[in-house]
């Protein structure tokens, strides 16, 4: 806690994250992340932030922040989630195994968060022009239902965004753009009939559920980032029975707003070829895309400059998961994956990389006061 080295002091930073990641906060359970969000409080308290709880769960932290000011504040994205239920420590503890630390909801994003505060306590409180805007997030992990509004409102009142979800697995690369994610729900209602006797008089449910299985994944456009995968499918009931019920549901993914709208416009306009079948689609577009701007790649060719001052290469990549850095892209400059180093994110072998973590809090210490 009382760290003053960017980064240099890895037992710190472990410390710090031992603490969160003992506290599971998976995004059903509101009071586990409020106790999660507590202590983060407690380290932006003792920087002095102006701390705010919002509605619905997202708190905001500001470090230098003046209410009248002219310059427009750095905001920096975290979550509090983890996509890992209750219980999950006793079968994943917390465990260090050479230079990888495992445990559920480090990399993806605990191990952010503290990166965060020890880049702001190496600050000493020179905040930079305009000073710093943390926004916790409580349901990053199941697509910011209630933090996206105030994301796109910290968004429009700040300079950059910063995100400190982790770096590429591996590669360790920042993330200079996101796919937009979307999920839809096709209900299909045929007629039932009974399959021996009377099987012209039914309406499959099935069949029009196959046929639009087919086709929407005919829309995919891998060379341009689209991506369309039905993953769920659920219908009849009973072997003899011609089926008036079925369900799909669809995951997809765009790497630019045009594709989105050609996507939703042919998923709602997809008609079965049976009349006696009908369609009602719910769903739609949950984050949009991230689309690489000149701005993103200006933050990251200062990060990369950084980072040869410290030492080590860096490089960057477009990925297809999205984050809350989808929301704040469209309106300010945003720089993903400046979190800790790492592999496993929603996996069993969910680690943080001690190796690397250290230099990652110093590129981010010294992105903060730079940018
Ligand atoms: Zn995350």
Known sequence: MTNRTPGGDLAALMADLKVLTELESPSTDPVAIQRVMDVIEGWARDLGA???ALGGGTRVFHFGVQPDQAERPILVLTHADTVWPHGTLERMPWREDGDRLYGPGTYDMKAGIVALFHALRALQGEWPRGGVTVL?????EIGSPSSRDHIEQAARAARVALVVEPPVADTHALKTGRKGTGTYTLTFTGVASHAGNKPEEGASAITAAAHATLDLQALARPEAGTTVSVGLIQGGSAVNVIPERATLDIDLRVSSLAEA???DAA???WTPQDPRVTVQVTGGLNRPPFEQGGGTLALYEQARAIAQDLGFDLTHAVVGGGSDG?????????LDGLGAPGDGAHAQHEH??????????RLLTELLRRV
Not at 136 to 140: A, H, M, Q, V
Not at 326 to 334: K, R, V
């Open 136 to 140: 916790l997030s409580p349901d990053e």
């Open 326 to 334: 989808n929301f704040t892209a469209p309106i300010i400059p945003t």
């Open 267 to 269: 998923v709602r306009a």
């Open 261 to 263: 709208e050609r996507l």
């Open 352 to 361: 943080v990389r001690l190796d690397r973590w250290p230099d990652h809090v």
């Open 50 to 52: 102006r701390t705010h």
